[in-house]
Each structure stands twice: as structure tokens, then as C-alpha cells.
């Protein structure tokens, strides 16, 4: 059993800005919890209008989430080209990674344009109100995902070369969307729309 003076130690050795995405995501990780219950808690109150397996399409999202899913292992194989200074392979997998995040934010859209044609909307009905927030809010995080990926590509194609610190803090964040993201497609997609 570690003493607190070890923990303490562990914790000093974890680079700052490490430490803060650990924190904040944390935190984030308890506010999707709580948006997660709410779903589950509020899924037996729809009586009438659209439902998860009415309105949703789980095989098409399942494409969508096996690019998201798949960007988990771009990232990590961008962050082990850094590691062997391996600028133009780091550059290409990031490259591919913002690419499947990008596919599967249009595979979002595409989602709720349809929902939005078949009139489920926000809402509509506690349905509408607990996807649209669950999976809205899981989409921005997507999306500052990407912007985080994108602006860290240009700071490592201008010449910045000791950026492997925002790289794993970036890719921690991206790993966490990824997580987060299972745990809502089995939710919402395989177990509500079944």
C-alpha cells in the first residue's frame, strides 16, 4: 500500500498541463454521468411521440462510431510518431484523426436533420430532450476535440517540436470523447432502440 507521501510524489512528477485535462476531465466525466442517468431515468417516461426505437437508426450510427472509435488509434499512433521524431507520420496520423472526427460530426448532422424532418426536435418530448442534450453536448466536445487536434497540427507543422505534453493532453481528451461515446451509443442506440 502506497504511503500518502508516495502519492504525493506520483502526483508531483505528472507534467501541469497533464494534470489539469486529468482534472477537468474528471469533472466532465461526472457531468456525462449525470446526463447519462437522466436519460436512463427519464427513457420510461415517454408515453406517446417519438422514441429511441422509433426514431433512431443504431446500424448507420455504428459506421459513424466506428470512425469515431477508430480516431482513438489515429491519435495513438500520432503520438508514438512524435515520440520517434517522426514529424511527417505524427502530421499524417493527425491528419487522419481529425478526419474521422470530422466524419463522424457529419454523421451527427445527417442524424439530426433527419430527426429534425421527421419532426423530433428538442422539444417534442422528454425523448427529444434527453437525446438532443446527451448527445449535443457529446458532439461539441467532438468538435473542440477537433479544434484541438487542428491548432496542435499547426504548431507542429510550423516547427514547434517539443509539444509531446499538449499531444497526450490532447490525446487524453480525445480518448475520454471516444469512452463517453460507447457508453452513449450502448445506451441509447443498442439497448433504448432495441
Not at 46 to 52: E, I, K, Q
Not at 78 to 107: D, E, H, M, P, Y
Amino acid at each position: 500500500m502506497e504511503t500518502l507521501s508516495e502519492v504525493s510524489h506520483e502526483v508531483a512528477t505528472i507534467p501541469k498541463t497533464k494534470l489539469c485535462m486529468l482534472l477537468f476531465l474528471a469533472s466532465e466525466a461526472v457531468f456525462f454521468l449525470m446526463l447519462i442517468l437522466a436519460y436512463v431515468y427519464f427513457r420510461g417516461f415517454v408515453s406517446s411521440g417519438p422514441t429511441a426505437a422509433s426514431s433512431l437508426d443504431p446500424k448507420v450510427t455504428g459506421i459513424y462510431t466506428i470512425f469515431l472509435l477508430s480516431s482513438s488509434g489515429t491519435v495513438f499512433l500520432a503520438g508514438r510518431s512524435l515520440k520517434q521524431r517522426n514529424r511527417a507520420r505524427f502530421l499524417s496520423w493527425l491528419a487522419v484523426t481529425v478526419l474521422f472526427g470530422a466524419i463522424f460530426l457529419v454523421g451527427q448532422g445527417r442524424e439530426y436533420a433527419k430527426l429534425l424532418a421527421n419532426n423530433v426536435t428538442i422539444n417534442r418530448n422528454l425523448f427529444g430532450t434527453t437525446f438532443f442534450t446527451l448527445t449535443g453536448l457529446h458532439g461539441f466536445h467532438v468538435f473542440i476535440g477537433l479544434l484541438l487536434m487542428i491548432t496542435l497540427f499547426g504548431v507542429i507543422k510550423a516547427g514547434g517540436e517539443k509539444q509531446m505534453i499538449a499531444l497526450e493532453s490532447v490525446s487524453l481528451y480525445w480518448h475520454f470523447v471516444d469512452v463517453v461515446w460507447i457508453v452513449i451509443f450502448s445506451i441509447i442506440y443498442l439497448w433504448s432502440a432495441s
